[in-house]
């Protein structure tokens, strides 16, 4: 009897060994668990069921990924490290040893993405090397979309997708939807007669902006007509964000409001004779934006509603300086900003 026993021990020590031995095996060979999503560029791509490294080539979805699961960003593009002015001293500091690329636009090194090892990489639908890049970096590359604030709203949300963190994701996404119903609310109700004409005036001060530019969504959000929305322009440049226009244009045009990006631009056209007739310039309606508030970037959220305040003062009843504390305290996890800085012009 003991003899039976010991062999159907052995028996099964046996094939408990075989099955161990085997159910090694194909974990080691078997495919990572990969999910399909939908970027904002229209394509299907296959990632990591769960994600734990992602860089990011733009600062749009660095910002994103930093501020929804900061301990997943491997590294960050140069021109989110130039951000840092916004946040906290210790939101900063936790991110500030983060190695740095350079952007799609401005060329990234694959041999420094090959290095990262991430197990995705983040970009914008405008990047037009989105599939040679998934293949050059040995990761997928995912686009997410800076057109217009609508697109702001849903790359919240798909990042958050995927990071797996749809919580905040949508909370935030949420918040942005808000506030441009807090905005479009007051905006909406400009008759069409009524609305002024906008020239949006970039460092150099004969370029502007194309109609599928963020920029021209915040000056037709907040009840404005854009440039290139009334003067015809060529397919080719209607997502451009530096047109050169010719002079002579905008003098016909003669806009009603210029916004410009920097106080310097501003200064350039007040002092300058060429637009002197201009019937912005004539009623000192040449407003330069603030620094802690853009009609580009993740501060445009914050440029819609200085922008409708600028246009339309005495329709547009929002509390700036309270809607710049809680977006910077919602988006950067900074809650300590003071008056001066709110208040700071771009130079």
Known sequence: MKAIIKKVIFQLACFGLVFVICLGSSLLYAKPATRTITDMAGRKVEVPSVVNRISCIHPIPCHMVWRLAPRKLVSMDKQFKERFIFMSDEEAQKVAALPVTGEFHSGVSREEMLMLKPDVVVSLNKDPDLDKEQEDYAAPVVATSKNNLIDYEASWRF?????????????????????????????????????????????????????????????????????????????????????????????????????????????????????????????????????????????????????????????????????????????????????????????
């Open 159 to 347: 990042i958050g997708q995927l990071v797996v963190n749809s919580k905040e994701g949508n909370e935030l996404a949420g918040y942005w939807e808000k506030t441009m119903a807090k905005v479009t609310a007051q905006t909406s109700k400009i008759p069409e007669k009524n609305k002024l004409k906008v020239y949006y005036a970039q460092a150099n001060i004969n370029c502007t902006v194309g109609t599928k530019t963020i920029m021209a969504s915040i000056i037709r959000t907040a009840g404005g007509i854009n440039f290139y929305d009334a003067i015809p322009c060529a397919i080719t440049q209607q997502e451009n964000e530096s047109i050169v226009t010719p002079m002579e244009e905008v003098l016909k045009w003669n806009p009603d409001v210029i916004i410009t990006g920097t106080a310097k631009a501003r200064d350039d056209i007040v002092s300058n004779p060429q637009w002197a007739n201009i019937d912005a310039v004539k009623n000192k309606r040449v407003y330069a934006s603030l620094n802690f508030e853009r009609l580009d970037g993740i501060q445009s959220l914050l440029g819609l509603v200085w922008t409708a305040i600028q246009l339309y003062p005495a329709q547009v009843k929002l509390d700036f300086e309270q809607e710049t504390r809680t977006f910077y305290s919602k988006i950067y996890l900074n809650h300590h900003l003071t008056h001066a800085q709110i208040y700071e012009e771009r130079n």
